[in-house]
């Protein structure tokens, strides 16, 4: 570990360069992938830097609808629609000894559109550094957890040490608009021993994060003048009645589930739109919800079962909603994660955290989903969640990064690499 510690101070001004050469190069969705995406010249950059560490095979995955289409037909997970035109997945592998285990670390190079305009203090695609932060769109959601795993490998290589085991790297797109990057990915049959999920923690680790399930309800009523309302159904008023009984069905939960590491489950209310003007009673309402749930404990089929059954017994019990019933649809859903803390895969990874930072990492869970769902629940591989970067920043104006905690986890991913792998000294 000594020697480690040694070689990541000697070239952490080269580690830090690569992640900001990473950040300078726009790589923004569009419309959440569904206007398409521009990871191409991001891709195009973690080829030629793989190719220059000498990875023993280099991969490219083009995204294709009908793999998503699947994705959604056999778990449930799928964001259907989106423009995939120059958009592919790269896999790297760095081979390692016979025998040892594999360990595949996950990160996405796709991130949310910035402009100056929005409030940034300086270009949001220019990366500059104050003291131990680094400034710049995609530094901390989540290029430095991609350039972190990367530059763990070549650590160990400037290092002089063999890999006890495979290193696969990926580097997926389109995962800002629900992870169809890692879908892409896992329905292709990309497996390991162990996942690493790099997105950033906050210097914690966690093992389990919220199922979602995006709903919209769609109200009509009949619409007049409010001085004859008699005359008229006010669809806003249907709807109110729906969101007190959700609300209900929402306290039910709250009694009934408890997690560990997670808040309990609910049901937010985001966007209510109806009616024209004061004096017309509304024709039409409408209104649009992300349910939390918890995994294991729940699932996306039982929240879709009560959520439409909560709506479906109010229309019944109002003769105009039984007659014009509400509209239901589903725009994005994600399954939850867990993982259990006794896995081998897991006790490992604390082990590497100590000898790394000489204490304990602290676990916990996320109210966010993020792509170790998918590596989880579909790949069935044994996964973490932990990388440099805030939560909070995510998404932000002024994103940034700790350049700290972006070479700390080098070294702690390399650690784990040797660990996991079964290095012998």
């Not at 569904?34 to 280099?58: D, P, T, V, W």
């Not at 190079?109 to 003291?131: F, N, S």
């Not at 006010?234 to 009984?245: G, M, Y």
Request: glycine share 10%; hydrophobic share 35%; charged share 25%.
């Amino acid at each position: 570990m000594n020697k480690l510690k040694e070689i990541l101070e000697q070239n952490k001004e080269e580690y830090i360069q690569k992640l900001a050469e990473l950040v300078a190069i726009d790589t923004h969705d569009i419309a959440h992938g569904i206007g398409g995406g521009l990871e191409k010249a991001g891709q195009e950059y973690m080829i030629r830097l793989f190719q220059n560490m000498n990875a023993s095979k280099i991969e490219t995955d083009d995204m294709k609808e009908s793999v998503i289409e699947a994705c959604l037909r056999k778990y449930q997970e799928g964001n259907l629609g989106h423009d995939q035109t120059d958009r592919f997945n790269v896999y790297a592998t760095f081979a390692g000894k016979k025998g040892g285990k594999s360990l595949l670390f996950n990160s996405h190079i796709d991130v949310m559109p910035a402009r100056k305009e929005d409030g940034w203090t300086c270009d949001p695609y220019k990366p500059h550094i104050v003291g131990d932060k680094m400034y710049g769109r995609g530094t901390a959601d989540m290029k430095a957890g991609l350039m972190a795993s990367t530059m763990a490998v070549k650590l160990l290589q400037d290092a002089g040490y063999e890999l006890p085991g495979d290193v696969i790297i990926t580097s997926v797109c389109d995962e800002e608009g629900g992870g169809n990057g890692s879908m892409q990915a896992v329905m292709s049959g990309l497996k390991a021993d162990g996942v690493i999920n790099c997105e950033g923690t906050s210097d914690e680790l966690i093992l389990a994060h919220m199922g979602w399930v995006f709903f919209k309800v769609d109200f009509v009523g009949r619409p007049c003048h409010s001085g004859t309302k008699k005359s008229g159904v006010s669809a806003i008023d249907k709807a109110i009645k729906v969101i007190q009984a959700l609300n209900e069905k929402e306290h039910e939960w709250l009694l009934q589930y408890k997690h560990p590491l997670l808040p309990a489950p609910n049901l937010n209310i985001g966007v209510i739109q109806g009616g024209t003007a004061g004096s017309t009673v509304p024709g039409e309402c409408s209104f649009s919800t992300c349910v939390h749930f918890i995994p294991n404990q729940m699932s996306h089929d039982q929240v879709v079962a009560e959520f439409t059954d909560v709506v479906n017994r109010v229309a019944k019990s109002d003769p105009w909603l039984e007659k014009h019933p509400p509209v239901i649809s589903m725009y994005q859903a994600g399954n939850g994660f867990e993982m259990d803390a006794e896995n081998s895969f897991v006790t490992t990874f604390c082990d590497a955290y100590q000898d790394a930072m000489e204490k304990k990492v602290k676990i916990v869970g996320s109210p966010s989903g993020c792509d170790s769902r998918l590596w989880r629940n579909i790949a069935d591989c044994p996964t973490i969640q932990f990388g440099p970067g805030n939560l909070s920043e995510c998404h932000g104006v002024d994103e940034w990064v700790s350049l700290e905690s972006y070479l700390q986890s080098i070294l702690i991913y390399a650690e784990t690499i040797l660990k996991w792998g079964g290095f012998q000294a």
